[in-house]
């Protein structure tokens, strides 16, 4: 396993990209908040602006004092009243006689944007020199509003960053879906240098690893197939011969009585071998045969369910009464209709009666069972397994053929043995 460095070169690239961001919501902040900081001032310093803060402080400290009927030698007392208040500078004289201010900063008659009002106490008439700074709510409403813009623009940057990233991540997943469709054949796009880059490359790797990989299976199986079908074909021709060759013996072996009754039991058994040969090189290519067709390559269609069973089913059993069998039957009302491939579920049921001609036990019946469903048809075969079936090995191919067709209807194919009962169970979708 590769060593995973501590910053990657897409963390590099995320941290150049807000410092980018960082940078310039603070150039923005800086550009914003003097501009402020100027409108502020330019409203709040202006001559109109500054006299109207005056002329309604000046009312406001003559209510005051009219309310408490101070004196001009209690004016130490209008402390209670300018303690209230924000950005406010006042000094009171009395002719030349400083009798109250506010702050250790003397507004005097000559100081610079103060205004000169008169205050009417209980005793007598007394000067103010009122100055009103502007207050540091509005400094503070700036600012917040400054940095507020600010952040916005530095997200917006970072947004603009890292948004070519999102969408090379989006398109990558858009990518995936179509390869998980199974379109191998599709690119997927490598952008940049960075681990997302690295990690598209590696994806693509994949995808044509896998392609190819596809690409020799389907050669082996075909190839496979081909010698299969090459090899049954090639069987068939000398089995075909030796079976003739053999009744030929059979016939002749009943006819001669110098054959001895060894002679004609190993006549028998050639015959009988030479036929089991040819059965398992029929299901051998019947196996492929179906097991190298697609789902997409089945031709369904829509059949009415009784008619299905009458025409499938029913037939064969009455050939198997017409053997000496006995069938006991039972069925639901069965109205459903079924997509279906004619020939493979033929096949399905062919080996299905094969099967029971070969290893039932004749004198036992053999129960047959139609159940349906909402949603499915079940079609099950009960019977009890003749003695000599027991011994009968079987490769199990014909059964691997039914569920692979079964499977590929969207049913199920089931068979269980159990104290010389076998059970065979299939279910058919509802249409």
């Known amino acids: 396993m590769s060593r995973i460095p501590f910053f990657s070169?897409?963390?590099?690239?995320?941290?150049?990209s807000a410092a980018a961001a960082f940078a310039v919501g603070a150039l923005l902040y800086m550009f914003l908040s003097m501009g402020a900081y100027r409108l502020v001032e330019s409203r709040l310093f202006s001559q109109e602006a500054r006299k109207e803060l005056s002329d309604d402080c000046y009312e406001r400290l003559q209510e005051?004092?009219?309310?408490?009927?101070?004196?001009?030698?209690?004016?130490?007392?209008?402390?209670?009243?300018?303690?209230q208040e924000n950005g406010l500078l006042i000094t009171v004289y009395e002719g030349e006689q400083v009798i109250y201010q506010n702050a250790d900063i003397t507004v005097g008659r000559d100081f610079p944007r103060a205004f000169s009002y008169g205050l009417q106490f209980a005793d007598g008439e007394a000067e103010a020199m009122i100055l009103c700074a502007p207050g540091i709510a509005s400094y503070l409403a700036a600012d917040f509003t400054c940095g507020f813009l600010a952040i916005i623009g530095a997200l917006f940057i970072l947004y603009l960053c890292i948004r070519r990233k999102v969408r090379y991540i989006g398109l990558l997943e858009s990518e995936l879906q179509v390869l998980k469709g199974g379109n191998l054949d599709y690119p997927v796009t490598v952008k940049g240098r960075d681990e997302l880059a690295s990690l598209a490359a590696e994806m693509d790797n994949m995808r044509r690893a896998i392609r190819d990989r596809q690409a020799r299976e389907e050669q082996a199986v075909k190839a496979n197939r081909d010698l299969v079908t090459a090899m049954s074909h090639d069987l068939r021709t000398p089995l075909t011969s030796l079976l003739g060759y053999t009744d030929i013996l059979s016939l002749s072996a009943g006819e001669n009585s110098r054959l001895s009754a060894g002679q004609r039991q190993y006549i028998q058994a050639i015959r009988d071998k030479a036929r089991r040969i040819k059965e398992l090189s029929d299901q051998l290519f019947e196996y492929f045969l179906v097991f190298g067709k697609?789902?997409?390559?089945?031709?369904?269609?829509?059949?009415?369910?009784?008619?299905?069973?009458?025409q499938v089913v029913e037939e064969s059993l009455f050939d198997m009464e017409s053997e000496g069998f006995f069938i006991e039957r039972s069925s639901d009302e069965i109205s459903c209709s079924l997509l279906v491939d004619i020939p493979s579920v033929r096949r399905v049921f062919g080996n299905i009666f094969s099967n029971l001609s070969k290893y039932a036990d004749r004198s036992s019946p053999v129960q047959v069972s139609y159940r349906q469903t909402e949603n499915c048809l079940t079609i099950s075969f009960r019977n009890r397994a003749a003695g000599s079936a027991m011994k009968t090995e079987s490769s199990g191919i014909g059964l691997k053929t039914c569920k692979r067709i079964m499977e590929a209807h969207g049913g199920e194919f089931r068979?269980?043995?159990?104290?010389?009962?076998?059970?065979?169970?299939?279910t058919f979708p509802v249409a």
Do not use: H, P
């Open 9 to 16: 070169r897409l963390d590099v690239q995320l941290l150049c």
């Open 64 to 83: 005051y004092i009219s309310d408490f009927g101070l004196r001009a030698s209690e004016a130490w007392e209008l402390d209670g009243w300018t303690r």
């Open 294 to 310: 697609e789902k997409e390559d089945l031709d369904f269609q829509r059949v009415n369910g009784i008619e299905f069973l009458g």
């Open 415 to 426: 068979c269980v043995g159990e104290n010389g009962m076998f059970e065979t169970e299939l």
